[in-house]
């Protein structure tokens, strides 16, 4: 089968027919929507994200986005072109969170080492001491919590992503991800201490 980007024509009364039948309450037929113009919106995702994980989670949210707001729709239109505005729209949100989270992560690591070094007491530059210690503190962590800080500080996920992935709520992960940095931080300054 063809893209639905070379494919608008017969494909938009086809859409059209799936859009009617969902406004009317038939919510299962949307699923033909998704199977129609999937692809489309992987290759807008794809090609901006490169991850396969972040590509697949957005789609999933472009459709539940184009579900909701189905009734915006205009019929007679081109649906393949309309979810694809919907796809840019949501990627464009979802690239100026992760700007946000990126630099308030950069900010966050930069205070805490600030802040560790200040509570150590010590004026001399102990960032070797400190980021060997960080090290061992990781090593103790159990595997679950382990999971959480690679997924947060290095792969940079999202709250939002790290609780789709773990099955969980975002403010769930939020919390449990507060007290292992609690921890981490209280592990850190035993270490320095017993240094």
Known sequence: MEHDSEQTGPVTPEADRIVAEVLAGDTPAFAGLVRLYQESVWRIAAAVLRDRDATENLVQQVFVDAYFHLDQYAPGTDFGAWVRTVARNRLRKELRSAGREDRRLAVYRERLAERLR??????????????????????????????????????????????????????????????????????????????
């Open 118 to 195: 200040a509570e150590a007491g010590s004026t001399n530059d102990d960032s070797e001491s400190f980021v060997e210690a960080l090290r061992g503190c990781r090593e103790q962590l159990p595997p679950r919590d382990a999971v959480l800080v690679n997924l947060r500080y290095e792969k940079g996920l999202t709250f939002e992503a790290i609780a789709e992935k773990q099955g969980q709520t975002p403010e769930a992960v939020q919390r449990m991800i507060s007290r292992i940095r609690f921890r981490l931080r209280d592990c850190i300054q035993n270490k320095l201490n017993d240094a």
